[in-house]
Nanobody
């Protein structure tokens, strides 16, 4: 079992930056995928990006070059650095984990954080 605790959301103006953190409590197996998802009101949950147990990252096209996923294995912490934020990035953000290779469908992730709100004003 893994418990994910997220922090770091807030409100910023367009062009600003935020960093989200997600601490994993519990045992992580050698093969895993950690991902960030977001969900805006009235919209489906959207995959933002992932990092696998080899350290490889992938991103949705809309955030490439602006968002960076990283991890500190010593701290069991996942990060999402968000730069050049846009109003369309406004959403509830979640981190998620699974003990298999990375996929983009939210329903394939077993473990979820509580979510944190990110609001970007124009």
């Amino acid at each position: 079992q893994v418990q994910l605790v997220e922090s770091g959301g807030g409100s910023v103006q367009a062009g600003g930056s935020l960093r989200l953190s997600c601490i994993a409590f519990g045992n992580m197996y050698s093969t895993y995928c950690m991902a960030w998802f977001r969900q805006a009101p009235g919209k489906e949950r959207e995959w933002v990006g992932s990092i696998d147990s080899e350290g490889r990252t992938t991103y949705v096209d809309s955030v490439k070059g602006r968002f960076t996923i990283s991890e500190d294995n010593a701290k069991n912490t996942l990060y999402l650095q968000m730069n050049s934020l846009k109003p369309e990035d406004t959403a509830m953000y979640y981190c998620a984990a699974r003990y298999r290779s990375c996929v983009k469908e939210w329903y394939n992730f077993a473990y979820w954080s509580q979510g944190t709100q990110v609001t970007v004003s124009s």
